[in-house]
């Protein structure tokens, strides 16, 4: 069964990436990456076009297939959908590169770490001047946007505060924020479920790669505890140092701090001039969110007023849903982002 229909109108060019910044990184991951890149329809008949891109980030424990899995029954998936916008022409055209930063431990939240690798630099300083040396972008930051969904929406957020040299705006879906809201709930539920394994989460983690993923009830909530540990609070050796005690779940007031300073809502402070420079900014999240990010995307969006971003810039919306099956906010986004950074004239 092919992975694009029939009518697919744009053309998604399967790329292999060879990435220096990951080589001999600390999970031994593969330092050969794939990665997409979606021409609109019009790329290949108007050689003389340049286009806006968007760096398409995919949550925790995605994968680079999972772009091309239709997300159920009926529905569509995210390239399909925002390719028939643009061949509708309900949008300006775009390029669209889809990155796959998967680790080991499930993800790499988009930042450099020792406990993971160099995903920010590898980004940043590869992936983007990778793409401008091969397709007809317009390589400059106000024709450049990056977006995803939970840890790729928090991927965009930090991206684009610490590098507006290279990225214009962003799209975050559900992105993680507020970190006491996000995260305090399930440390508790954590500790419950680390009195099997005698509070090691490392005894956990074998058990769970010796038999089928995901078949017990705190399989998600653990790995996504370790992957974050290991992104955010390695120790000196690179081992995931966990933010509280795996026994009582209190916090540990040290570790903890080093998970906040990544929380979106507390950088955008230290970052007001990054965020005032964005030509669009796209905040989103279901009313009924798992990890409460519904909340974190209030208190961004308050973060964005305080950093005095223009409201002329911010599309904000709280719409009814869960933290899951809400692909279909993404071809919206690409659409209003599309309007801000294709050139008017």
Avoid at 229 to 241: E, K, R, Y
Wanted: proline share 8%; aromatic share 12%.
């Amino acid at each position: 069964m092919p992975l694009w229909p029939a009518d697919f109108s744009g053309r998604i060019d399967e790329r292999t990436i060879t990435s220096e910044l990951l080589r001999d990184n600390p999970l031994g991951d593969p330092h050969q990456r794939p990665l997409w890149v979606y021409t609109p329809p019009g790329y290949d008949a108007d050689t003389e076009r340049r286009y806006p891109v968007v760096y398409m980030l995919l949550g925790f424990t995605g994968r680079l297939p999972a772009w091309s899995n239709q997300p159920g029954a009926y529905r569509t998936s995210v390239p399909v959908a925002a390719d028939a916008i643009f061949a509708a022409g309900e949008a300006p055209p775009m390029i669209l590169v889809f990155v796959d930063a998967w680790t080991t431990y499930g993800g790499s939240q988009y930042v450099d770490s020792a406990g993971t690798g160099r995903y920010h630099s590898y980004l940043c300083e590869e992936i983007v001047p990778w793409v401008d040396a091969r397709y007809r972008t317009l390589a400059a930051r106000d024709h450049r946007a990056i977006a995803g969904k939970s840890s790729g929406g928090l991927g965009a957020m930090v991206t684009s505060m610490l590098r507006p040299d290279l990225f214009g705006a962003f799209a975050s879906h559900s992105g993680d924020a507020l970190s006491e809201a996000q995260y305090i709930p399930h440390f508790l539920w954590a500790a419950r479920h680390l009195r099997a394994y005698d509070g090691d989460i490392f005894s956990w983690w074998s058990d769970f790669r010796s038999r089928v993923a995901f078949t017990k009830d705190e399989d998600l909530r653990l790995l996504e505890i370790l992957g974050v540990s290991a992104c955010f609070s390695p120790g000196d050796d690179g081992t995931p140092l966990l933010p509280f005690d795996p026994v009582t779940g209190a916090l540990r007031p040290q570790i903890w701090q080093r998970w906040l300073e990544w929380d979106p809502v507390r950088m955008a402070p230290a970052h007001t001039e990054a965020l005032r420079s964005m030509r669009a900014i796209w905040i989103d999240a279901g009313i009924r969110d798992e990890w409460f990010l519904d909340l974190g995307a209030l208190a961004f969006r308050k973060a964005l007023d305080e950093a005095g971003v223009p409201n002329e810039s911010v599309y904000f919306e709280l719409f009814d849903a869960g933290h899951h099956a809400i692909e279909y906010r993404q071809p919206q986004a690409l659409a209003w982002l599309s309007h801000h950074l294709t050139p008017t004239t």
